[in-house]
């Protein structure tokens, strides 16, 4: 069913070039937006220059222009944001919902990631320090379109967690909730790695008043010996003469059934054959390599 007001968003890292996995999340985001006629924004999530690899935006664009995507209105950097982020974050300590902690990661050894409190009502300067955000001992949850009911208790589960680092770069749970009310987004597709920061940037949302975004996690790719694909496991950068084939690939490891002919066919047009036929419910939870080679 066509709908105008949807606005999704593929929001890649510059930390490396564009892999297969990554193909699979920005393909879902842009068929799920252009199937129902709505608008699809590219974001980069540039939030940290220490690993951020030289020429990987202009790369990243690069190799989405070769496989075909077209993205609307200018593309948005985190990095331009910075002032957004401060005012917030100082309004949140103004207010106390925020705090400076000095823990190191030694301190916390032992805390299975999960944060005991240490600073909470330490009154540390927050300069040279992280700013934690107070959570609730709520559990918050959601429905997502694939993976279905995910349930998280914030103070059990995650604790205090950090919104702006020691180094004063700010954290991606922050960024990400306030950029996308910023664009107006209304669906948020990605990978299934990022589903259990989901009901953080709920608690977020929240906070700062806006509206919840419905939410699509696509499988990650699983390789034959269980790692996921990714840019730090044998993940190579994708070819710009293979972009129909590994199009088609990437709309079987999204359950789509391509007919075979478009491994041949222009990268827009396997675009415009996933748009037509574009079916969320075929989605998997899980999906392997082998699967996606079919």
């Given at each position: 069913?066509?709908?105008?007001?949807?606005?999704?968003?593929?929001?890649?890292?510059?930390?490396?070039?564009?892999?297969?996995?990554?193909?699979?999340?920005?393909?879902?985001?842009?068929?799920?937006?252009?199937?129902?006629?709505?608008?699809?924004?590219?974001?980069?999530?540039?939030?940290?220059?220490?690993?951020?690899?030289?020429?990987?935006?202009?790369?990243?664009?690069?190799?989405?222009?070769?496989?075909?995507?077209?993205?609307?209105?200018?593309?948005?950097?985190?990095?331009?944001?910075?002032?957004?982020?401060?005012?917030?974050?100082?309004?949140?300590?103004?207010?106390?919902?925020?705090?400076?902690?000095?823990?190191?990661?030694?301190?916390?050894?032992?805390?299975?990631?999960?944060?005991?409190?240490t600073c909470r009502d330490a009154r540390?300067?927050?300069?040279?320090?992280?700013?934690?955000?107070?959570?609730?001992?709520?559990?918050?949850?959601?429905?997502?379109?694939?993976?279905?009911?995910?349930?998280?208790?914030?103070?059990?589960?995650?604790?205090?967690?950090?919104?702006?680092?020691?180094?004063?770069?700010?954290?991606?749970?922050?960024?990400?909730?306030?950029?996308?009310?910023?664009?107006?987004?209304?669906?948020?597709?990605?990978?299934?790695?990022?589903?259990?920061?989901?009901?953080?940037?709920?608690?977020?949302?929240?906070?700062?008043?806006?509206?919840?975004?419905?939410?699509?996690?696509?499988?990650?790719?699983?390789?034959?010996?269980?790692?996921?694909?990714?840019?730090?496991?044998?993940?190579?950068?994708?070819?710009?003469?293979?972009?129909?084939?590994?199009?088609?690939?990437?709309?079987?490891?999204?359950?789509?059934?391509?007919?075979?002919?478009?491994?041949?066919?222009?990268?827009?047009?396997?675009?415009?054959?996933?748009?037509?036929?574009?079916?969320?419910?075929?989605?998997?939870?899980?999906?392997?390599?082998?699967?996606?080679?079919?």
């Open positions: 069913m066509p709908d105008s007001r949807y606005i999704g968003r593929f929001a890649p890292t510059p930390s490396g070039y564009l892999h297969f996995g990554s193909l699979v999340a920005a393909l879902a985001s842009y068929l799920d937006a252009r199937a129902v006629g709505g608008r699809w924004l590219v974001r980069m999530e540039d939030l940290d220059p220490p690993r951020e690899v030289p020429g990987a935006q202009a790369a990243i664009l690069d190799t989405l222009e070769r496989y075909g995507f077209e993205w609307d209105g200018p593309v948005a950097r985190q990095s331009t944001r910075n002032d957004a982020y401060a005012a917030v974050v100082e309004q949140w300590l103004r207010s106390g919902l925020a705090y400076a902690c000095t823990c190191s990661r030694k301190q916390l050894e032992g805390s299975n990631g999960i944060y005991p409190g540390h300067s927050p300069e040279n320090a992280a700013i934690r955000i107070r959570v609730p001992e709520l559990e918050y949850a959601f429905v997502d379109r694939v993976q279905g009911e995910f349930r998280q208790h914030l103070g059990r589960e995650v604790g205090d967690f950090i919104i702006r680092r020691r180094d004063g770069l700010y954290a991606y749970q922050l960024a990400v909730v306030l950029d996308d009310a910023w664009q107006g987004i209304t669906d948020i597709v990605r990978g299934a790695d990022l589903l259990d920061s989901t009901p953080r940037q709920l608690y977020l949302q929240e906070l700062l008043g806006v509206a919840q975004p419905r939410y699509l996690h696509v499988p990650l790719i699983i390789q034959p010996d269980g790692h996921k694909l990714g840019k730090s496991y044998r993940s190579p950068p994708l070819s710009a003469e293979q972009a129909a084939p590994l199009l088609v690939r990437a709309l079987r490891a999204l359950g789509q059934q391509p007919v075979a002919e478009l491994s041949n066919a222009r990268p827009a047009d396997v675009l415009a054959w996933g748009t037509a036929h574009w079916d969320a419910a075929r989605i998997p939870r899980v999906a392997t390599l082998e699967e996606a080679s079919l």
